[in-house]
DNA sequence: GAAATAGTGTCTGTTAGACATTATGGG
DNA sequence: CCCATAATGTCTAACAGACACTATTTC
């Protein structure tokens, strides 16, 4: 019988006294590059898995919150901040690492091309299309990377989930500048499914939501008919 | 310029030299009672909160995963297993319990309404309907039930999540019996979203989905015409 | 004017809501 | 025979895919 809570034996718990988990963040980025839905990876130099590529990630500190942390580490990783950002899901297998208990809670962030460009720029990461089924991550040279730990199932979540909401949220956007084309649009949603859309039906549900805004402008450097940029407008 | 992971200072990274955050499971027991999807909760009788309702939850062993965790609150609250257990989200907030860090990791557990009546039976725990935009709980006597640190928070992403995943996947039948009415089934859909459905087009949705077994069977103690039984069969 | 892509009109098949109707058990 | 609910048929509106067509810019 046992009606009250678990926090009776908090009140006398003494946190040092007792093994405790550590508590990571890990960030998925993902943006597209050429076309194709790609993460930001970074290659461990030590072992174990030295060679392997894996999310970058970093320890909780004990006075941030969850969302903080992503924050710092996005801006620690990448350069700088502004992505979106939403957690994942949490990892907590026994042994996903082997050097000691990590709980990782991953948070996923989704950059425009020009953030991919600036932070693989900076040197601080490489970027490796996720390929097929399977999810293969795809360096520059074609060939699979091997991914750390637990790092490859976390990839693969990130990509269902992002396929699960592209369309009805507004996910889509946070891989665009703040103008944008139909096209352009299309093209998002097109690398995260992985699988080539109407175009009519497509602008039709875009347009009857309510959302666009037509700027009037037009994209230039175009060798064709300019299409007319839009704006993401309010959600009522 | 700092090309390789977080990792490298795990290497030499002793737990015990550092505070860490403690973690813990909390669990959402969702169920119908009376028609009303409704919450189990405990009551709180130490301080903080003494007299608030809290979510059943307790600490990640060292040595057990997230998943294996929740699996053991769920025996140790309501005093079985079986219950459809999935991971809900992770709520880290620095203050959100005012005696430590404490990041915890909300599951959600969706039982069946014998499961729900044999752990109020037991006095482990009480039913609270989850009423309205607001998400007040609701006790026995009608009135509206304090809740404990975040869990109101915790209580209205539980019942989000639920409303949007109810309709693609087969949630819904973890609140049913292994046979069940088509009645039941939609009395199910209609007290998650909160709104009444269409008769025949649910039907025909459910049905053709394919995933319902006819088993010939009608249900008894109905004083008018019986409704046949289904099954869910498998995926494919 | 040729090339290329933007943008539109229309047909069709699928699906959901609304509503009426028939079917079948208990009393 | 009455009642209550199960189960079904049908009409209609909304919507998505397919495809053809027109429009507009660069070169």
Redesign the interface.
Known sequence: ????????F??D?D??A???????VDLVLLGLHRQRLSALL??????PQAGHW???????A??????V?AAR?LR??VGFDGAHLE?L??????DR?P?????T?AYLALLREDQMNAAVR?????VAALEGERLAAIGEDQAALPL?FDHQAILALARDRLRGKIDYSDLAFAFLPPRFTLRALQDVHEAVLGTPLNKPAFRRRMLDRGRLVATGMREDEASHRPAELFTLGSAR
């Open positions: 019988m046992n009606i009250s809570g678990d926090s009776e908090l009140s718990y946190p040092t007792y093994d405790c988990p550590s508590v990571t970074v290659r461990r130099d030590q072992p894996a999310l970058p990630g970093g320890f909780v004990i006075d941030e919150s969850l969302d942390a580490l620690d990783k957690q899901y949490s990892f907590g297998a026994v690492d050097r000691m208990r990590v709980i809670i900076a040197g601080r990461v490489a750390a």
